[in-house]
């Protein structure tokens, strides 16, 4: 589970997150639960915003089929997250995403990890389907290799 | 805002609601927020059980308009919470519920609040519209006037 | 429950709060729970930031005793919610909180609401205590007739 | 990532998570984040039921230091959930949980993952320590080993 450190570089786009009260939890740190928000917030404001991609309309849409975190280093409100976003893999009908955590101070990140999308149409019982190319173009702009 | 004290007699419909871990925030305690989340989650388990309400297909939904909590007593993970609720008016597109949040082994509730809903159209632009008949008759069975 | 629109002009304090993925529920819209995340963690910002609040050290702290939402336009992920913060009132161990939920584009809130705080001295069983000086002047500042 | 199929039978504690209503997503099912909160919840309540942790008072508190989860099937709003939890590995200072979240009807599993905690002593700036004694013989009566 060793990994190169990680730093701001090595992530194409950035979305700024600022934690909630109430992601805290009883021992004063953003619970491990809201990370995963977190990288699916950065995802979904890529995908919309650089994608194209139309959440209430498009009959293509990414469902997650396995995601993971390593915690490195706490977070606590009212810090802001900057959430970084490399994609490392473009399959056929899976793409796969890395997310670094990081917070103001700090050049390591707080958290890492990743996060993979099937896609599959809607109106055909969620079967799974090609990346679209509007989506697929939009991912390769965020294309880095893995360490 | 003072009221006579609420009791379980008071409700009409139940739902056991365990408290999730991050439920408590960083005072140890279920954080405000997601008492709200006990209210709405005990009103579509309602709706869609007892009254058939199809979230996915229905065009008629209800929307939130306006809801209150007031907190009494605090709870913590891993408490059980017993959702009870009751229906103080049905309106011709609106329909106000109330509800109270009970802990075992307190006759007083831990919490009480209100929501109301006005049902719309999503096939029309969410329009208001009349509460559907098969929802109107489920509702019916827990009308409990308010003191 | 008729009020004055109220516009950004009526808040003191402004805090920018990004939609979630995961704030959007099954209507396509954020879930009127998250409303109350909103107020939470603008007034919580602001006690920590403004006030010199330590939610882990100090003894004395707020606890929610009421709150109250009205909804009045749908937001979606991914907007952008500026939640803005007024006090309507302190009293000796009590504080009274108004909040607007804006949105980029209109002048009219999406939300509107209020959240009351009892302060608490936790190292005497939760006993009300006076409202800390340090709050207190902090709380001042933000001090704005409602309608 | 291709395991054998998992069956309630591979875990040894069950706990049951009515799924709420603001769980759903827009896509109409339960969002991917929370399926950690169904895991941080069945271990935080066995900890506390089982193991006698105090999260309040206790010196000694569990971290996560990562996670990882693999959806196979979706779950939707008004289901319940049952949450399977086994230990895989308790090590000094850290403990691994595996869990499975199953639903009625199905044998196999909607999700499966895998949690690690490392046990700090938050009155020593949370140095990793030792699982506590009355801990680990909790969980030692979890233990299975993962295929």
């Given at each position: 589970m060793e990994q190169p450190t990680e730093t701001r570089q090595r992530y194409?786009?950035?979305?700024?997150?600022?934690?909630?009260?109430?992601?805290?939890?009883?021992?004063?740190?953003?619970n491990n639960v809201q990370y995963y928000a977190f990288f699916?917030?950065?995802i979904g404001d890529y995908l919309i915003r650089h994608g194209g991609l139309d959440i209430v309309n498009d009959a293509v849409?990414?469902?997650?089929?396995?995601?993971?975190?390593q915690y490195r280093r706490a977070i606590a409100f009212p810090e802001l997250v900057?959430?970084?976003?490399?994609?490392?893999?473009?399959?056929?009908?899976?793409?796969?995403?890395?997310?670094g955590i990081f917070t103001a101070g700090y050049d390591a990140p707080a958290a890492t990890g990743y996060f993979v999308h099937v896609f599959v149409d809607r109106t055909h019982g969620n079967r799974p389907t090609t990346v679209p190319d509007k989506l697929r173009a939009a991912l390769a702009k965020l294309f880095m290799v893995s360490r």
């Open positions: 194409a786009y950035f979305l700024q997150i600022p934690t909630r009260w109430m992601d805290n939890d009883i021992y004063g740190h953003v699916d917030t950065v849409v990414g469902f997650a089929v396995e995601s993971l975190c900057e959430a970084g976003l490399r994609v490392a893999r473009i399959g056929n009908s899976s793409v796969r995403y890395e997310i």
